[in-house]
């Protein structure tokens, strides 16, 4: 997978694919810091992380476009499998590379946090801001294998884009007030995810029920998209 590693890492050097995400990550954790440093104390680095928890999934979509879209599109997808031991192996490549770049975003925004933060307020509870990036991996992991599921599933690359961005953004929120004002229960929001990822503070049980339903969604989004990658015709 080393010609793969080095031929994408040439077209990002050239193409500068994440230099934009890359400055308004950055930017949108300073932001978010700045605009709440009057909220002082644990409960402040709290609110910063629950508010832009919300926004960092969207960023994800540049991790896809690098990886699944372009060459989707671009049809490049032929010669890499021609070149690859197999589709097995391809696609773990393809999977951890959109994992670790996805990863490389939110620790670029719990940086911006870290940084801003210290020059705001004057000081950082850092073992707080690690424990809350803890907290949510797992919640940005079903993400991240919910958009490589999304890109795989869907033929046309602005057809995932919006479905991602609409699940992101409403699906879990006009669930949930269907469920709680006409069904009149509170027994799925467990499931609810992206509303889950912003109640996190850090502290109390880690494995909590919404926690093990996104590893093991996680998990089905890994297999089914694998299945899908596997038999998919590429033309």
């Not at 609810?192 to 502290?203: D, E």
């Amino acid at each position: 997978m080393m010609n793969c590693f080095r031929a994408d890492l040439y077209k990002m050097i050239k193409e500068k694919s994440f230099v934009v995400p890359t400055f308004i990550s950055i930017l949108a954790g300073g932001l978010f810091s700045y605009f709440m440093r009057n909220s002082k104390g644990d409960e402040g680095l709290v609110t910063i992380a629950s508010s832009l928890s919300g926004f960092v999934p969207l960023f994800f979509t540049s991790v896809a476009t690098v990886f699944w879209a372009e060459p989707y599109t671009s049809r490049t997808i032929n010669t890499m499998i021609i070149k690859s031991k197999s589709r097995f192996s391809l696609f773990l490549y393809k999977t951890f590379m959109s994992l670790l770049f996805s990863v490389l975003f939110i620790m670029l925004i719990f940086i911006s946090i870290t940084i801003t933060r210290i020059c705001t307020v004057g000081n950082i509870n850092l073992n707080l801001l690690i424990h809350l990036a803890w907290y949510q991996l797992p919640y940005y992991l079903y993400s991240i294998f919910l958009l490589i599921f999304i890109f795989n599933y869907f033929d046309k690359a602005y057809q995932a884009y919006i479905s991602y961005i609409v699940f992101v953004l409403l699906f879990d929120n006009l669930l949930s007030y269907i469920t709680s004002n006409i069904l009149k229960t509170d027994f799925f929001n467990q499931f609810y995810l992206f509303n889950q990822l912003k109640m996190i503070t850090g502290t109390g049980e880690y494995l909590t029920n919404s926690t093990i339903i996104a590893l093991v969604f996680s998990i089905v989004y890994f297999l089914i998209t694998y299945y899908l990658f596997n038999t998919r015709e590429f033309k």
